[in-house]
């Protein structure tokens, strides 16, 4: 069965620093992989995914992703982090078996400081 | 958010009483999902529709019911019986055949049983 694990509870970042926030999975087959975002009390928001292609993923407000398949990993980055990105962050996994299902990772909360 | 509604954002109810949440898109989108969000927690899965008039039972289905008879809509309704329903729940959608496999959310229903 497919998994996602995110190692961090929370990540805690200055303003205008990098940032990453880890997710490693395990699928059988081909890795479809994806990030959201939730702000508090609101549905999630798409950022970015991986299907195919280069290991190096842009998506939105500035994130990007880097696929690494021997490391099983898929880590959301931004070369320099806002305030207003303190939110609560999601890494999924595709289910190559069972109806296109995403498996979630338990979510990392993201605390940018001023 | 956008294309995605559920109503009421906020919900209470008195324990041993059924409540529906409503879902509904104007995305044209063929498969919806219901998940569940306890704090500190990821998403869970409780039940999915991949095209009208079918429904599969996700991780955490018992206590729960759900029904597709429009494509737009696809509501949940807790039952009494579902031991443990406080809790955020979130709605989403897909494309479907030839589409992309990523979900887009609603703004969440939290809801509150006493």
């Known amino acids: 069965a497919q998994s996602v694990a995110q190692p961090e509870d929370q990540v805690n970042v200055a303003e205008g620093n990098p940032l990453t926030v880890k997710c490693t999975y395990s699928?059988?087959?081909?890795?479809?992989l994806f990030w959201y975002v939730q702000y508090p009390n609101r549905g999630l928001q798409f950022l970015l995914k991986y299907i195919t292609g280069d290991n190096l993923v842009k998506g939105s407000y500035g994130f990007e992703a880097e696929f690494n398949k021997s490391q099983t990993s898929f880590h959301l980055k931004k070369p320099s982090a806002l305030v207003s990105d303190s939110a609560l962050y999601f890494c999924a996994v595709r289910d190559n078996n069972a109806g296109n299902m995403l498996t979630f990772g338990g979510g990392t909360r993201l605390m940018v400081k001023p | 958010d956008g294309g995605i509604t559920q109503s009421p954002k906020y919900l209470f109810r008195k324990e041993g009483q059924n409540v529906t949440l409503s879902c509904e898109q104007n995305l044209n989108h063929d498969a919806m999902y219901w998940y569940r969000q306890d704090p500190g927690q990821g998403l869970r899965l409780i039940y999915y529709s991949q095209i009208v008039n079918d429904f599969q039972k996700g991780d955490i289905a018992e206590g729960y019911s759900v029904s597709r008879e429009k494509k737009e809509s696809f509501p949940l309704t807790v039952t009494s019986a579902q031991k443990n329903p406080t809790a955020f729940y979130l709605c989403a959608s897909r494309l479907g055949q030839g589409g992309s496999y990523e979900q887009y959310f609603g703004p969440g229903t939290r809801l509150t049983v006493t």
């Open positions: 699928v059988s087959g081909n890795p479809y």
